[in-house]
């Protein structure tokens, strides 16, 4: 200290005294490197996970935070009275990236995301409940969050679904398994907020062409999670320019949760069976049903219902109601296991023909009701 006050005097000391007391106060809120303190300061080093390409099964009690990064959930706020489905908004700001983000209600897994944002709907019984999120990053931290909520009545379900604009599409594989399926990759385009063809004044357009015969393209939207509702009706309204182009049109729906998937797809196969197909999740195959379908009029909307429910580990086909026609379908099948995505969401596909002949498809009035 003497040599430096000979050197710099009293007022430049100080003044470098209160450079260090900052630093060191700044060094204890960012950490080294510009990480959190609470991370950069792990007492703990953590194991990051084997294999970034695999979705894990939830642990159920949700992990602990492990030198936890910032996470927050910004609605509903704590202690709230809500209606289900809650939409649940929550930010992780992870110091790597992200892994799985995952949101538990009463400690089971419901909702699953590769995102570092959660903006979703859970679907939750009346009463008391407690949401907790947890996010893992690619370097084995862990942060959590959670709510009390108190549920006081139940909504529909999504409405006008085909406004939000958190659609995700893909052609014949990704991430080099397959998706849609088909000969090749189609060329397709989604358009929002369409007042015209439209309902309501606000459709939205989903158009396909390509050079691929046989090409397809499969548009899906994660709607949010729950385990506490087992009967969908998927009711919607869609309009062909082309009627007699697509090879088939495809309408599914969902559920994840507890390491199973039920999904409810179906299928209008206009050139090869003739029949409405369902999809049978475990063998992964189609298999027509006793219903007709045949190329619908161009340029005329068109009201779809099906009436859907989970039973124990089997997905049930109850109805299906296609141009004012009612069809008592009733035809059960198992569930897919060893799914470890949590989700709700719906599905819409289009199928090329031979000649992969352009067409657009308008949804309007989508919903998905659930209880």
């Not at 063998?283 to 007709?292: A, D, G, R």
């Not at 005329?300 to 026609?325: C, F, K, P, S």
């Amino acid at each position: 200290m003497r040599s430096i006050l000979r050197r710099f005097g009293a007022q430049h000391v100080a003044l470098i005294v209160v450079v260090v007391i900052l630093a060191g106060l700044l060094l204890g809120f960012a950490g080294c490197q510009g990480l959190p303190s609470n991370v950069a300061n792990c007492a703990v080093t953590p194991t990051p996970p084997a294999d970034l390409t695999v979705v894990p099964p939830a642990p159920e009690p949700p992990s602990p935070a492990l030198c936890g990064f910032p996470l927050t959930i910004s609605s509903p706020t704590t202690g709230a009275s809500v209606n289900s489905p809650v939409p649940l908004m929550a930010t992780a700001t992870p110091p790597d990236p992200i892994y799985t983000v995952r949101v538990y209600v009463d400690g089971q897994a419901v909702l699953y995301t590769p995102n570092t944002t959660v903006n979703q709907l859970l679907w939750m019984a009346n009463g008391q409940h407690t949401v907790e999120v947890v996010a893992e990053d690619t370097a084995g931290y862990i942060a959590t969050s959670s709510i009390q909520l108190n549920v006081i009545g139940q909504e529909p379900g999504a409405l006008n679904i085909q406004d939000q604009n958190t659609w995700v599409s893909c052609s014949a594989t990704i991430s080099n398994s397959t998706c849609a399926a088909g000969l090749g990759t189609a060329t397709s385009t989604l358009t929002l907020h369409q007042s015209s063809p439209s309902l309501d004044g606000s459709a939205a357009k989903f158009s396909i062409a390509g050079n691929h015969p046989y090409s397809n393209e499969l548009y899906w939207i994660p709607l949010g999670g729950g385990n506490s509702v087992s009967h969908f009706t998927y009711d919607l309204w869609f309009y062909v320019d082309q009627g007699d182009a697509p090879q088939s049109l495809e309408f599914d729906v969902n559920q994840a949760f507890g390491g199973t998937r039920w999904t409810w797809g179906s299928q209008c196969d206009f050139d090869q069976t003739h029949h409405w197909n369902v999809w049978d999740p475990l063998h992964e195959v189609w298999v027509p049903i006793p219903v007709p379908c045949d190329h619908f009029p161009s340029n005329t909307w068109i009201h779809l219902i099906w009436t859907l429910e989970r039973v124990g580990n089997q997905v049930h086909y109850m109805t299906l109601n296609v141009a004012d026609q009612t069809y008592n379908v009733d035809t059960y099948f198992t569930a897919q296991p060893n799914w470890y995505q949590e989700e709700i969401d719906i599905a819409f596909q289009m199928d090329g023909n031979y000649k992969q002949q352009p067409f657009s498809v308008w949804l309007d009035e989508v919903n998905l009701l659930a209880n």
